[in-house]
């Protein structure tokens, strides 16, 4: 203890002497006078302003109400509905220029039950969608915000303008046994992540329940993550610390031009970056401007990024060197000591005890198949202590790193961000049961290391991409064949297959099948990745079982049977797959705020032309000619079938797999064996739908337009080989 306590004195020490002796900016001047700067205690940083002359342009143009004390920022955004335009204040509490964020305040909206009928969304008297300026460089951040609903027996949701469409859902369900004095005692609090690239949104509620046993108020509003915390004082009807009047801090991203950086730097006239030493950020829908590394200021003004110079004595900076070489030489010993210590901790709060035993167990298993327990010091050295430089992926729950391990093969590593230490027992588990999986369309799982405070994962690198990159990101439309496009979807509906069947009587649930999570190596070959959100339970249980989970998945891709029942099954997987393929379709993202007839998610818009029979119009144009309509009308179907709201009316992945292997095998050989019916195969045709009922109207497409039967190719072959 006294050591620990030394080394704090000592880095509070070195603390005051940094700040006496750090760094004066040279100051630069001003783009406008002094109070056109600040309102209140907010700063006002250009390209931002109060009036056209100190604003880079009229949509960074903010005003400063000074009725208030202390005086309130804000910007005004309007929006126009049966002839009559609405005009209102978003007030601004703080401005970022590094990251390109602008903290603002949204109220609550406050939900009186007691006024609806059962069942029935609907918004409160009065109250109108949230916009933000048409044609403004706001978009509301979705790393940075949470939809948060307070209230028991209340469904939230989170839609359009016109409240014609759920982008996301939050409910919270209370144990009738918690009501006291006609309110719950329960927290009633429940927080979800919103889609990226919001500008707009309206609020809906709707009660779970037709009894009079709930509390009549929901409250529902957006949040910054981490500045609300569910308390169940907020769950008195009566409270005074959750009302219409309450707001709460949100995050706003904004940039200074909506154009490329590459597009924006070919003109220096209008290029935003004017700073020596500045550089170009790109960031949706355009870019902003940061300093060069070693620089600090602001890079939207002529030398406004300067380099820290240390202005002090020459006595004082000898003191200060002496006082930094002690403390080094201190420090390095304490973190070596330390590091030990951590290490070692880490491996056993890590069950790393239990891993070695489930190994040691497994004779002739995983260790024979090459997994291995990574010591730390491997995974820092191949990915160079974590360079960023290194970094393949970043996403909201982990990071993936190329590294190069000792034995010189090329492997990602990923590094989450947060587990349940609860859960730190069934992971290890899962680990053991993921790195049994042996099948040539699944990332192999080589190894862990369970020596930090995250365990991380260590997988085969896949270099080509991911799916979703081919189909949405690199090139529009995607160069990506019809043919290529099918054996992909068939290789994963495999993979997925496998996983619910095959891996030593325990049948594993992805939970988060989408394309960003399918991978192609250097042949196309496809490649399902990411099990972070995956469960296994015992194979005679897994066709019937379900997952009570908090929310797992992917906006667009997520079974909307969980938002009912809370629970993730097989069906799950093969929902998102009928996402994947409708993607494969049309070339069309999950989410899009761009789609005709306002139909943001993918399933809605597909289904619908589905049912319209005008599926040609959505398809990707390049990918239809006559020796690929039928092919595309069967897929078209079968994602249909996949689609369905209810899980029981969905196929199995196992059924998929055949279906589409079928029509990979019929392709190949209707030009060389043309598939002529008989008796004898009607027969078999009736035993096949006896075992796959849910693929029936798949084959009767087929049948009623006179082309081949995909089934009877498929049992009638025995050069047919599955790849497990």
Not at 426 to 435: A, P, R
Not at 495 to 500: D, E, N, S, Y
Request: proline letters at 5%.
């Amino acid at each position: 203890m006294r050591r620990n306590e030394m080394m704090k004195i000592i880095l509070r020490f070195c603390e005051a002497l940094l700040l006496l002796l750090l760094v004066i900016l040279p100051r630069t001047k001003a783009v406008c006078p002094g109070d056109e700067t600040i309102c209140g205690n907010i700063s006002i940083p250009y390209p931002f302003g109060l009036s056209p002359k100190c604003a880079r342009s009229k949509d960074l143009v903010l005003s400063c109400n000074q009725t208030f004390n202390p005086p309130k920022l804000s910007f005004k955004s309007s929006r126009t509905k049966n002839g009559k335009n609405y005009t209102y204040d978003i007030e601004v509490i703080n401005i970022s220029l590094e990251q390109g964020l602008l903290q603002a305040k949204t109220p609550v909206v406050v939900f009186n039950f007691s006024e609806f009928t059962f069942g029935n969304y609907t918004p409160p008297l009065g109250y109108r969608p949230f916009t933000l300026p048409i044609h403004g460089p706001y978009t509301i951040s979705q790393r940075h915000n949470l939809l948060t609903a307070v209230g028991c027996g209340a469904a939230a949701s989170l839609t359009n303008t016109d409240f014609s469409e759920n982008l996301v859902m939050c409910a919270q369900k209370c144990s009738s046994a918690n009501l006291t004095n006609g309110y719950y005692k329960d927290i009633g609090c429940c927080q979800t992540s919103i889609p990226p690239g919001l500008r707009s949104y309206g609020l809906k509620a709707r009660l779970l329940h037709s009894t009079s046993s709930f509390s009549h108020l929901a409250k529902i509003f957006l949040v910054e993550k981490d500045k609300f915390t569910c308390d169940s004082l907020y769950m008195d009807p009566n409270s005074s610390h959750l009302n219409h009047s309450t707001m709460f801090p949100f995050v706003l991203e904004w940039v200074v031009n909506k154009t490329t950086c590459d597009i924006a730097a070919r003109d220096l006239t209008t290029f935003a970056c004017i700073s020596k030493n500045s550089t170009c950020i790109p960031t949706e829908p355009g870019y902003i401007c940061n300093c060069s590394s070693g620089y600090q200021g602001n890079p939207y003004i002529s030398n406004g990024c300067q380099v820290v110079v240390v202005l002090a004595g020459v006595g004082a900076s000898f003191g200060l060197l002496v006082v930094l070489a002690l403390l080094f030489l201190v420090h390095r010993k304490w973190k070596a000591r330390n590091l030990k210590k951590t290490k070692r901790r880490n491996y056993q709060c890590n069950h790393g005890m239990l891993l070695e035993k489930l190994i040691s167990l497994d004779e002739g298993g995983v260790c024979d198949q090459g997994f291995m327990v990574f010591p730390l010091t491997e995974i820092e050295k191949a990915t160079n202590n974590f360079d960023a430089t290194r970094i393949l992926g970043n996403g909201g729950h982990a990071t993936v790193y190329k590294g190069l391990l000792s034995d010189k093969r090329v492997v990602a590593i990923k590094k989450s961000k947060l587990i349940n230490p609860q859960e730190i027992k069934e992971f290890i588990n899962e680990v053991f049961i993921l790195s049994r999986i042996r099948h040539r369309n699944v990332v192999k799982l080589l190894g862990c290391c369970l020596e930090t405070e995250v365990p991380l994962l260590v997988y085969e690198f896949i270099p080509n991409g991911t799916l979703a990159e081919h189909l949405h990101m690199w090139q529009r439309p995607s160069s990506l064949s019809w043919d290529d496009r099918l054996r992909i979807a068939s290789e994963t509906a495999g993979a997925l297959a496998h996983l619910h069947c095959d891996i030593a009587s325990i049948s594993v649930f992805h939970r988060d099948v989408k394309t960003s999570n399918i991978l192609l190596d250097s042949n196309f070959t496809a490649k399902v990745s990411d099990f972070g959100a995956s469960r296994s339970i015992p194979l005679h249980e897994s066709a019937t079982a379900g997952l009570a989970t908090v929310a797992q998945g992917t906006f667009g891709y997520l079974d909307p049977e969980y938002y009912s029942t809370g629970q993730l099954t097989q069906k799950s997987d093969v929902y998102s797959f009928g996402v994947i393929l409708a993607e494969l379709l049309t070339g069309e993202k999950p989410i899009s705020q761009s789609r005709p007839g306002g139909q943001a998610n993918l399933r809605t818009y597909f289904v619908s032309a589905t049912k319209e029979n005008c599926i040609f119009k959505i398809v990707e144009p390049h990918i239809v000619n006559n020796n690929t309509r039928k092919d595309i009308e069967a897929v078209a179907m079968l994602a249909e079938t996949c689609l369905k709201m209810k899980g029981d009316e969905r196929p199995t992945m196992k059924e998929v797999e055949m279906a589409l292997m079928s029509l990979r095998w019929s392709k190949k050989q209707q030009h060389q064996h043309p598939w002529n019916s008989s008796e004898k195969n009607e027969e078999i045709e009736q035993l096949f739908y006896q075992d796959y009922p849910q693929l029936s109207r798949f084959n009767d497409h087929y049948d009623s337009t006179g082309n081949y039967s995909l089934e009877m190719q498929l049992m009638s072959s025995s050069s047919i080989e599955y790849p497990h």
